[in-house]
């Protein structure tokens, strides 16, 4: 059997929390160096995309973000050294915790009825779109 | 410093998944024993209860609610044993998915800027309609 696929979100408070939505902008901005193209990518509004963003910005004492005009790359978005160490606290925590919930998920897993449909490696966005 | 909440939601598949809110409604229905109720309780529709209960309900292969029709409490809805387990398998997790992630947190809970406004101890709910 694959393994569970299990998604974490973090409530620091009520008014500030980090999931898997947030992290993944971010570490799609780190990829391509650029707000707009990571909006694209992940299929976000670029509005939508800015929004999250100043969020994060807001949400930490230092910056996720920077701006990365006048470089070789004049109006792109490059991550912080903390914006990146948020990623990468995030993601061990992922992986550690997903580690230690599929043992104790296997007794339901047993029980699940309903399997997945496709064969295909399309991802959830375009499943649903299908129907 | 007080704990973090970390919620978490697992993918059993593409098509199958389990995540705080299926948890809470089943864990409402098994307290008051009705889904109006619950549903009421939870401020969301009878119909998006109905429908949530109804998934689950073909996820597994066994039920996790049944209905009390006839007894003491006729027209009322009863989790099964399998429901009660599905409840207890995910809290236990939850607990000690969030005492895991914690002190893996903590630097980046230092950062944190926005702090909570009130001193209230509203729900998320009210606390967004007052806004």
Chains 1, 2 share one sequence.
């Not at 992986?95 to 309903?114: E, G, Q, T």
Request: net charge positive.
């Amino acid at each position: 059997m694959s393994a569970l696929n299990v998604r974490f979100r973090v409530d620091f408070n009520r008014a500030c929390s980090l999931g898997p939505g947030k992290i993944s902008l971010l570490r799609t901005i780190g990829d391509c160096g650029s707000l707009a193209q990571a909006a694209r990518i992940l299929g976000m509004s670029y509005r939508r995309a800015w929004l999250l963003v100043a969020n994060l910005n807001k949400m930490f004492d230092k910056r996720v973000t920077t701006s990365a005009t006048g470089g070789r790359r004049g109006g792109g978005m490059i991550l912080t050294p903390f914006g990146k160490s948020v990623i990468v606290t995030f993601q061990r925590l992922e992986k550690d915790l997903a580690r230690r919930a599929n043992p104790r998920l296997a007794l339901l897993s047993k029980h699940v009825a309903i399997r997945d449909k496709g064969k295909t490696n399309l991802p959830r966005r375009a499943m649903s779109r299908r129907g």
